[in-house]
């Protein structure tokens, strides 16, 4: 009995305190994660605010010159420099982001209510209207997104709400398709079915039972095509084909200073670096919303 007692604590006896330690990092990792989530969908929330409050945050009027052409980032006040034309970059830059981050959400909200409607349509009837509904939609995806947007806004001409058009229409067809295969899959479930049995109209099926069960999804993409969007409008803009000049927008900015890069090449790389922020904070933020529906269901 005594040499039991005083035998060391080895094999099966130890694993408990072994698989508590390896809970305790798993719990860990896991807070770390969430704090990093939180952390990334707050810079999205941060960054919306400074595109709404940009007119107040701009220190200088973002079309005429306040100073000497081409000044380096912290000359004489300009945190970021001057433009060719003696323009404060940092106004520039913040009316810039305004417009093409704002927009793009508006594009983004746009394309999802278009393509949640559609996509609810069809899932929910299936049969011939869902056939009519996914041969436009495949037709819409079949046609290279960024030249139909491109073709759009040089036939409608320059300016803000053209360019949301052009954008818009060449959206709504993935959330349709995505939004599609989430009802497809709702509508075969038992309690959807005994619902409809019991006689319950479709318009209550699809409020209490469809609609709660494909948001979820239809957020997480439209988080993560934020950036995307921002791409395309940066793109369109850089062509010629966004606000006419003298209106401060990322892409035209860059396009128009190229001619500096040499001579002054904070001109047109720093708002082309704003897009690539835009579109990373985007990205990063869709992928911490994503992590957080995840772990709430």
């Known amino acids: 009995m005594a040499e039991t007692a005083n035998a060391p604590l ?3 006896a130890i694993r408990p305190r072994w698989r508590v330690t390896q809970l305790r990092r798993a719990g860990s990792r896991t807070h770390r994660g969430a704090v990093l989530d939180w952390f990334l969908i707050g810079l999205l929330v941060l960054m919306t605010l400074v595109a709404l409050a ?10 005429q010159p306040v100073g000497m052409m081409k000044l380096p980032p912290g000359s004489e006040g300009h945190l970021l420099g001057t433009d060719s034309i003696g323009r404060d970059a940092l106004s520039r830059i913040l009316l810039g982001l305004r417009t093409s981050w704002l927009l793009s959400i508006v594009v983004t909200a746009t394309g999802l209510v278009i393509g949640t409607i559609v996509g609810l349509v ?3 009837f299936g049969g ?3 056939t009519l509904l996914m041969r436009l939609t495949d037709i819409f995806l079949a046609l290279p997104s960024m030249l139909v947007a491109v073709a759009v806004a040089a036939a409608l001409g320059n300016g803000l709400f053209n360019t949301f058009l052009a954008v818009s229409v060449v959206w709504w067809p993935y959330y349709a398709r995505i939004i599609r295969g989430e009802i497809r899959a709702l509508v075969a479930r038992p309690h959807v079915e005994a619902a409809r049995m019991a006689g319950v109209g479709w318009l209550r099926i699809m409020r209490k039972h469809l609609l709660p069960g494909a948001v979820p999804t239809a957020i997480i993409t ?10 395309v409008l940066a793109s369109l803009s850089f062509l010629g084909l966004g606000q006419p000049a003298p209106a ?13 890069i040499l001579d002054a090449w904070w001109v047109p790389v720093i708002p082309g670096a704003v897009v ?4 990373l904070i ?5 992928d911490a919303v994503r992590n957080r529906l995840a772990n709430r269901r």
């Open 248 to 260: 401060p927008e990322l892409g035209a900015d860059t396009s128009r200073e190229m001619a500096e």
């Open 122 to 124: 069809a899932g929910m």
């Open 10 to 12: 080895t094999g099966p």
């Open 282 to 286: 985007s990205n990063l933020a869709g």
């Open 276 to 279: 690539m922020l835009l579109n």
């Open 128 to 130: 011939w209207v869902d």
């Open 54 to 63: 940009a007119p107040l945050l701009a220190p200088d009027d973002p079309i």
């Open 222 to 231: 439209a988080s993560l095509d934020i950036g995307n969007v921002v791409l």
